[in-house]
């Protein structure tokens, strides 16, 4: 069993800051992918950043410059820096994992950007 447990949503400003932690747990040998979703009522989950066990990085065009994603591999936790936060920003925000080609899911934080 491996679980995904997120941390550090919340209700901020717009242009402030909030940072996602997700630390994965469980029967863990080698984590592929980590990342993070985000979903609105009434529409799909998005891709918001996703990074390889080596480091690269990907990010949704509406997040690039504002948003950094990076991860502790001995921790086996991935962190998502959030900053000039945005009203359009808020969501549910899930951390997702990729563990032999099996892909697992947080529970899921909210982002609530007031503008």
């Known amino acids: 069993q491996v679980q995904l447990v997120e941390s550090g949503g919340g209700l901020v400003q717009a242009g402030g800051s909030l940072r996602l932690s997700c630390a994965a747990s469980?029967?863990?040998?080698?984590?592929?992918?980590m990342g993070w979703y985000r979903q609105v009522p009434g529409k799909q989950r998005e891709l918001v950043a996703i990074?390889?066990?080596?480091?690269?990085?990907n990010y949704a065009d509406s997040v690039k410059g504002r948003f950094t994603i990076s991860r502790d591999n001995v921790k086996n936790t991935v962190y998502l820096q959030m900053n000039s936060l945005k009203p359009e920003d808020t969501a549910v925000y899930y951390c997702?994992?990729?563990?032999?080609?099996?892909?697992?899911w947080g529970q899921g934080t909210q982002v609530t950007v007031s503008s």
């Open positions: 997702y994992a990729q563990i032999f080609a099996h892909n697992y």
């Open positions: 469980g029967s863990i040998f080698t984590i592929n992918a």
């Open positions: 990074i390889s066990s080596g480091g690269s990085t």
